[in-house]
């Protein structure tokens, strides 16, 4: 009984691990796919902003 009981012990799965598991499942279905348009925007450069007319600021 005992080895039965460590081995069904042996089989759940750890918290942290599982909580690991669930922190990388959201990164990579929310918050990977939007590196790429940030990385984008990111390197578009601050040409647009320091092109706007002084009288509007």
């Given at each position: 009984a005992k080895i039965a009981a460590?081995?069904?012990e042996a089989q759940r799965?750890?918290?942290f691990y599982k909580a690991k598991l669930q922190t990388?499942?959201?990164y990579f279905a929310r918050l990977l796919p939007e590196t790429l348009t940030l990385m984008n925007t990111a390197r578009s450069?601050?040409?647009v902003l320091m092109?706007?007319?002084l009288?509007?600021?």
């Amino acid at each position: 009984a005992k080895i039965a009981a460590a081995e069904e012990e042996a089989q759940r799965p750890d918290p942290f691990y599982k909580a690991k598991l669930q922190t990388a499942r959201f990164y990579f279905a929310r918050l990977l796919p939007e590196t790429l348009t940030l990385m984008n925007t990111a390197r578009s450069g601050a040409e647009v902003l320091m092109d706007t007319d002084l009288a509007l600021s």
